[in-house]
């Protein structure tokens, strides 16, 4: 009887750290090159590498979202802000003519 499992075969699962799949991921953007031209180039298989591309383009985007939200609500309140100093100013502004006498 042999044995069919082969020890010396076992693939270990590599890891690549966030730098490294976005340095992969701007590269496949920057090059025009295809994902199975760029995955070949630095050793990882293209729908790894199209997978990285779609989190972060949909981590960007969520980015992207939240930076506009936060961008409106900055807005709206300087617009309140200048709506009042707007206010205050034409409030002192008709005191000072009215105490001159003019």
Do not use: C, H
């Amino acid at each position: 009887m042999t044995d069919t499992t082969n020890s010396s075969k076992v693939r270990r699962r590599r890891r690549f750290d966030d730098q490294f799949k976005r340095d992969a991921v701007a590269l496949l953007r920057s090059s025009g090159a295809s994902a199975t031209e760029v995955g070949a180039e630095i050793g990882v298989g293209p729908s790894l590498l199209s997978r990285w591309a779609r989190e972060f383009e949909e981590t960007d985007e969520a980015d992207r979202d939240a930076t506009n939200a936060e961008l409106r609500r900055e807005n709206l309140e300087l617009r309140k802000e200048v709506a009042f100093l707007k206010k205050v100013s034409n409030y002192f502004a008709s005191r000072q003519t009215t105490s001159t006498g003019l």
